[in-house]
C-alpha cells in the first residue's frame, strides 16, 4: 500500500487568536479566496488608504472652536495637525519593515486599533496637550 500525502486545507490549520477575529480567514493559499472575498479585501484596503490624509485635515474648520473651547491660541491648535503629519510621515519606516516581518495583516489590525483607540480618547481630551500627543500617537496608528 502507497503513502498518499492527503493535500492541506487552503485554510491553515493553525489559525491564532488574531485570525479568529476576523472577517476573512487566513490561507495557505491566497488565489483560494473566492472572488467575493477578494473584492472585500480590495475594498477594506482601498478604504483604509483614505484613513491618513482624512483626518490630517479634518480640524481645519473647527480651529476657532477649539482654541475657545482650550483656551489657548489657534496656533497651538494647529500644531495638532503638524504633529499628526510628522506622525504620517515617521510611521512608514518602521510599519513598512514589520510587515514585512510579521505580514501585513496583523500589522494593519494593530495600526488601526492603535488609531481608532488615539481617536477616541482624543475626542474626549480635556487639554490641547493631550490633544496633541493623541493626534501624534493616533497618526501612527
Known amino acids: 500500500m502507497a503513502y498518499t500525502k492527503t493535500p492541506k486545507s487552503p485554510i491553515q490549520a493553525s489559525q491564532t487568536w488574531l485570525d479568529r477575529i476576523c472577517l476573512i480567514k487566513r490561507r ?8 467575493l472575498e477578494k473584492h472585500a479585501t480590495v475594498t477594506i ?8 490624509p482624512f483626518p490630517s485635515c479634518i480640524l481645519f474648520p473647527s480651529f476657532t472652536t477649539l482654541a475657545d473651547h482650550f483656551h489657548t491660541s489657534e496656533t497651538r491648535v494647529a500644531l495638532t495637525t ?12 518602521w510599519w513598512g519593515s514589520l510587515s514585512q516581518e510579521y505580514s501585513r495583516r496583523p500589522i494593519l489590525l494593530v495600526s488601526f486599533a492603535l488609531s ?8 474626549v481630551a480635556d487639554s490641547v496637550s493631550l490633544v496633541i500627543g493623541l493626534r501624534f500617537v493616533e497618526a501612527l496608528g
Do not use: K, M, Q, Y
Open 28 to 35: 495557505e493559499d491566497p488565489l483560494s479566496h473566492t472572488p
Open 45 to 52: 484596503v482601498t478604504l483604509s488608504a483614505f484613513t491618513a
Open 82 to 93: 503638524t504633529v499628526f503629519l510628522i506622525g504620517i510621515a515617521i510611521t512608514p519606516l
Open 116 to 123: 481608532a483607540v488615539a481617536a477616541i480618547v482624543c475626542a
